[in-house]
């Protein structure tokens, strides 16, 4: 099993952000307790803030993940690369539902990690909301180590 990541298209980047900004905003509504609108607001501005020339946007990669197995693109990785300090931030790893618990994540970040590791990149980081614990064990079985850790309380 292999993944291949290839450069998406301007109806793919749409499509992407049509999903991505509201499920963004509900994780940081469901996480951080805030209403759902200020999140919708707060997502959507982040985007226009890191993704001002959309999929080419300077030192943003936002690739298609493509199945050859499959023949299929299975999802979507985004990730860059902080050149000042040899860091990979990934932002957001979607596998589509149809296939999921195959072992594609891992397998993507896997491959990410060496050609990161290959290009001169000493560490990996992440986010993780604190409602998806399936992500967390994903991340911790590939060695990923809490770096820090928000709380909140609904009162």
């Given amino acids: 099993m292999k993944t291949q990541l290839t450069e998406m298209n301007d109806e793919e980047f749409d499509q992407y952000m049509e999903f991505f900004i509201p499920d963004y905003a509900k994780d940081l ?14 997502s959507k501005a ?42 990979a931030y990934i932002y957001h790893i979607l596998i589509h539902e149809a296939f999921r618990k195959r072992g594609f994540a891992s397998l993507v970040l896997k491959e990410l990690e060496d050609a990161a590791k290959s290009a001169g990149v000493t560490s990996m980081g992440l986010n993780v909301f604190g409602n998806n614990p399936g992500a967390q064990r994903v991340y911790e079985k590939l060695g990923y180590q809490p770096a820090s850790m928000a709380m909140g309380k609904r009162i």
């Fill in 29 to 42: 509504s469901d996480n951080f307790m805030i209403p759902y609108e200020k999140a919708l607001g707060e």
């Fill in 46 to 87: 982040l985007m226009a803030t890191l993704l001002p020339d959309r999929q080419n946007s300077a030192d943003q990669h936002i690739r298609n993940i493509y199945s050859p197995e499959d023949d299929k693109n299975i999802g979507v990785l985004w990730y860059n690369i902080q050149a000042e300090s040899n860091k």
